[in-house]
């Protein structure tokens, strides 16, 4: 096991990501706003995916994230609606990509988990974009639970990622109309 994977290190990280979480709840807004990514912000992008993916895909290897980086940051201009929240400094904190009904990503910045962000880009993603599918990790189980409240259900699963890795994807849709309702109710 390496340092990177050990208890130590975790500590320090969790410590060291408490002190910037209070610093950084100071710069956003109690009311962020969700805006459109512009290619200027696919560098920040590309690091608010890698910083979510280090802390919330523990299953992933350091050669399969050197591995997606460049597909993201090569992804991005293909994506065909790209939205994010931004901070007081005008950095951004969590992105969601649409293409069809399908949330093809959605993450949020490690030190900003826990606000209501995924919550109101998904919310985003559903109202403004018609989103109403999206794949996620099975063995990421904080993005599964937090797709199953949202409404979400599970309607397949592959055993393989989309690239023939060893990461089975959960295949959700949003449920009932119920589910689409109390979105079209939560952005307006």
Same mark, same amino acid.
């Given at each position: 096991m390496s340092f990177l994977q050990s208890d130590a290190f975790r500590g320090w990280r969790n410590s060291l990501a408490a002190g910037k979480m209070r610093a950084m709840k100071s710069r956003l807004s109690p *009311?962020?706003?969700? =805006? =459109?990514v512009q290619p200027e912000d696919f560098p920040r992008v590309v690091e608010v995916w890698e910083a979510s +993916?280090?802390?919330?895909? $523990? !299953?992933?290897? /350091?050669? *399969?994230?050197? !591995? !997606?980086?460049p597909l993201v940051r090569t992804g991005?201009?293909? +994506?065909?609606? &790209?939205?994010?929240v931004r901070d007081k400094r005008g950095d951004v904190v969590g992105f969601v990509g649409v293409n069809g009904a399908n949330? %093809?990503? &959605?993450? +949020?910045?490690p030190i900003c988990m826990g606000q209501g962000i995924g919550?109101? &880009?998904l919310t985003h993603a559903i109202a403004a974009f018609g989103a109403e599918t999206l794949d996620v990790n099975e063995q990421n189980p904080q993005a599964v639970g937090f797709y199953l409240r949202m409404g979400f /259900?599970? +309607?397949?699963? =592959? /055993?393989? $990622? %989309? !690239?023939?890795? #060893?990461? #089975? &994807?959960l295949h959700m849709r949003l449920g009932g109309s119920a589910a689409r309702a109390m979105f079209l109710n939560l952005a307006t």
């Open positions: *009311d962020a706003v969700i =805006s =459109s +993916v280090r802390a919330t895909h $523990d !299953f992933v290897t /350091e050669d *399969d994230i050197q !591995f !997606f980086r991005l201009p293909k +994506v065909a609606r &790209l939205a994010c949330v %093809d990503m &959605l993450f +949020v910045a919550r109101q &880009l /259900e599970v +309607v397949g699963r =592959s /055993e393989l $990622d %989309d !690239f023939g890795k #060893p990461y #089975p &994807l």
